[in-house]
């Protein structure tokens, strides 16, 4: 069975800085990709960042570029985000995701496998 575990998040004042993990196992295609989503209420989930197996070659959504850091762990299987200069707007539900198959990093239908979620409030 497969499982996705995140930890990091939290709270924190504009402009501060937070980091995120994520362990995925159990798995046993070679993955793709693996990215982190976020969601905040009343939004459609969205891309966030990705980085591509073999862990050099990484992408952002223009919102978090220059300010968020996605970065392959020691292990394949782990994936980090650093966050910093935190916007209230960056207050969401993150998500881990991995894909097996998926050639659009950013688009949700293409991921195999989801975390269950990790709140991040960045307050003003």
């Known amino acids: 069975q497969v499982q996705v575990e995140e930890s990091g998040g939290g709270s924190v004042q504009d402009g501060g800085s937070l980091f995120l993990s994520c362990t995925i196992s159990g798995y046993r295609q070679s993955l793709n990709y693996m990215a982190w989503f976020r969601q905040a209420p009343g939004r459609e989930r969205e891309g966030v960042a990705v980085?591509?197996?073999?862990?050099?070659?990484?992408d952002y959504a223009d919102s978090v570029k220059g300010r968020f850091t996605i970065s392959q762990g020691n292990a394949k299987n782990t994936v980090h985000l650093k966050m910093d200069n935190l916007k209230p707007e960056d207050t969401a539900v993150y998500y881990c995701?991995?894909?097996?198959?998926?050639?659009?990093?950013?688009?949700?239908?293409?991921?195999?496998?989801w975390g269950q979620g990790t709140q991040v409030t960045v307050s003003s």
């Open positions: 995701a991995a894909s097996v198959f998926g050639q659009t990093w950013y688009k949700s239908d293409q991921v195999t496998y």
């Open positions: 980085v591509y197996a073999g862990g050099i070659a990484t």
